[in-house]
């Protein structure tokens, strides 16, 4: 499978531990984007790079999120203390700078009790 | 940042029927301007897309128009198939450095 992966796909865990998720995006794809989707809302954005570097964080962000690409490929996306608000789906997307196109991953669930 | 509203929010048509869905947006440097459909449980998929220097784009059933200077873009869905049955996101963006996405549009194809 050559698209965009996420791990995990589900993720139950109780406020205030922390989780991280993992997004493999296309290989060839130089940006990554991170997204939070609640039920019947569009997803929003968190967070992207390009390449390695983290090019822009969403104002909303809370300091309890924080998320890297170290070697420019795959990106984790760590939230600490979670709280029950955290419940979301979180979507990773790549594309190709310049040609727009997203292509996103499966998403991670996460529910927190 | 950019402002978007999608509507209508929800959307019942006939199958065969066609169905529009509008979305107007707020920062006018954006120039790229896609669809996503997203399926129960799903991840978002690309349906159509349109830059901003063409005014209309289609491909069989589906269709978009863009009026920039207005600053609104519609989807457009002919003939109507069960299938077509999501939600419908759009998202204009300024060369992708963010992604604004509405709050979506639910359709019901019924048959």
């Known amino acids: 499978d050559t698209g965009v992966s996420q791990d995990p796909r589900h993720k139950i865990t109780k406020r205030g531990q922390n989780v991280t998720f993992r997004c493999d995006p296309i290989?060839?794809?130089?940006?990554l984007y991170w997204y939070r989707q609640t039920l019947g809302q569009g997803p929003e954005f968190l967070t992207y790079?390009?390449?390695?570097?983290?090019?822009?964080k969403s104002r909303l962000l809370s300091d309890r999120f924080s998320a890297e690409r170290p070697k420019g490929s795959f990106s984790t996306l760590e939230i600490q203390r979670t709280e029950q608000g955290d419940s979301a789906m979180y979507l990773c997307?790549?594309?190709?700078?310049?040609?727009?196109?997203?292509?996103f991953g499966p998403g991670t669930r996460l529910l927190v009790l | 940042g950019e402002n978007v509203e999608q509507h209508p929010s929800t959307l019942s048509v006939q199958e065969g029927d066609s169905a529009v869905i509008k979305c107007t947006y707020s920062?006018?440097?954006?120039?790229?301007f896609p669809w996503y459909k997203q399926e129960l449980g799903k991840r978002p998929q690309l349906i159509i897309d349109?830059?901003?220097?063409?005014g209309e784009k289609k491909d069989q059933r589906i269709a978009v128009t863009l009026n920039k200077t207005a600053k609104h873009f519609s989807l457009h869905i002919t003939e109507t198939q069960p299938e077509d049955s999501a939600v419908y996101f759009c998202?204009?963006?300024?060369?992708?450095?963010?992604?604004?996405f509405g709050t979506g549009t639910s359709l019901t194809v019924i048959p």
């Open positions: 920062d006018s440097a954006s120039n790229y």
């Open positions: 997307a790549s594309m190709v700078v310049g040609q727009e196109t997203q292509y």
């Open positions: 349109i830059r901003s220097n063409v």
């Open positions: 998202a204009p963006t300024n060369t992708g450095n963010q992604f604004y």
């Open positions: 290989s060839e794809h130089n940006r």
């Open positions: 790079f390009q390449n390695e570097a983290q090019l822009e």
